[in-house]
């Protein structure tokens, strides 16, 4: 299996080069020549797989560079011990139609955990692949969630220093909290003042900086991303949408007749483009639901073609959702042009110079067949969360409370009542003021009296990676401007 840069089709690399490198050096991203398609009798097979097997099993279709032996380190590495139960993605039903992904059992309590405790042994195995012994520097832009997945999944590891940064202001106290925390030898931690779009632009500028990249060289290190621009992140992300399905296959074949739909809490476009690489292998998934905050950027694109991100920024209570510029959107617009290199690169220079393009009526048409687009308010999503745990009992997150909400508009608006998974983000502990409010509580001011108390009020556990941290040192306060990230990053690695 080759991968081909979005934005030149002349890149031609394996997994492990793309794993190493995090982006082509134009500054495309890094896409599979082809989809892999599995067979029913593939699909019977995964079904009867721990997760651990059916991560090896699919990665191995897509990391063809990768030995038997290699994936089994990583799959199990990742998989063993670091989740609840050894259960990565295990599925809640609801009610007899609609079936939650939770997706928040590993150590930092977020979806991102199930790529990013994977994407250090990809990384560490695919630079021994590629060979030329440097150090590799991770830098992180984070809405929150992905920086402290990544320092978890990194800190310690050998032939690596990761560098996180985060918009000041645009992440929940207990996000912070357990970023400024972070244990380890070769982490470091820095707020910016600007939004996370400043934070994933500036990490994007160092990246594809040629002086920069040629000190870090002469250094001995190099670059990579764990954002999900690196395919060593969104690959695994596919692991659990084929896995939720062979979890469904158990409620038997009539109940998915008719497929089932997929409902994604969307920012950056990973974890939804993963869903859809797993429709494109075979999953009988019929709609994609795309669900927004206020930062409605996809919701606009995916019912005009027009994506503009020239409009005010919120900051939610969902905020690592508070995104206007989707990444890997880029990487969906590449796959439904038939690979149009000069179409996407043309496309994402007028992102970036005019801060809006559209698509061709053909590509729109595309997309509105996969996808439904919708967006939910802040008042929205709070009553989602009231009127989830009223009617069912259970306690969502502000993020799934988006996905939740959307959900709804798209049953009203269609009338399909299809078998449906909604993937669960976030654990609500992680926003445990923003929930308690919802919930019509009074917020004590102390993010860890919130948390006691959304325990008592819901009788539901707080997992203990957050209860944790309130005796966790804090190591780390740094902040710096937006334009002064370049700076940041040689300082800490010592080079002038
Ligand atoms: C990162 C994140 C999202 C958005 O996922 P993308 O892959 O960026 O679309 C949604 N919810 C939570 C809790 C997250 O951490």
Known sequence: MLYNSTRDNAQSVEAAYAIAHGISKEGGLFVPQTVPTLTKEDFLALKNM???????????LFLTDFSEEELDYCAKGAYL??????????????DDKVNILELWHGPTCAFKDLALQILPYLLTTSSKKVGDGKKTVILVATSGDTGKAALEGFKDVEGTEIMVFYPNDGVSAMQQLQMNTQKGKNVYVCAI????????????????NDDIKALLSENNMEFSSANSINWGRLAPQIIYYISSYCDLMDKGED????????????????????????????????KLICASNSNNVLSDFLKTGTYNRNRDFYTTISPSMDILISSNL???LYELTGHNDKQVAAWQDALKNEGEYTVS?????????????????EAETAA?????????GYLIDTHTAVAVSVYNDYKQETGDCRPTVIASTASPYKFANSVLEALGQTVPVNEFDAAEKLSTATKTNIPAPIAALKTSEVRFNNVCEKDDMNK???NHLGIK
């Open 50 to 60: 721990s997760y651990v097997e059916r991560a090896k099993y699919i990665l191995g």
């Open 81 to 94: 011990g670091s989740f609840d139960n050894d259960l990565p993605a295990p599925l809640k039903a609801l």
């Open 193 to 208: 003042n600007g939004n996370f779009d400043d934070a994933q632009t500036g990490v994007k500028t160092i990246f594809t």
């Open 255 to 286: 109940y998915l007749k008719d497929g089932f739909n997929v409902v994604v809490p969307t920012g950056n476009f990973g974890n939804i483009l993963a869903a859809y690489y797993a429709r494109q292998m075979g999953a009988p998934i019929a």
């Open 330 to 332: 880029e990487r969906m």
């Open 361 to 377: 009526e053909d590509v729109l048409a595309k997309l509105k067949d996969i996808f439904f687009g919708g967006f939910c308010s």
């Open 384 to 392: 989602t969360i009231k009127n989830v745990f009223e009617e069912y």
């Open 488 to 490: 940041v990053v040689l």
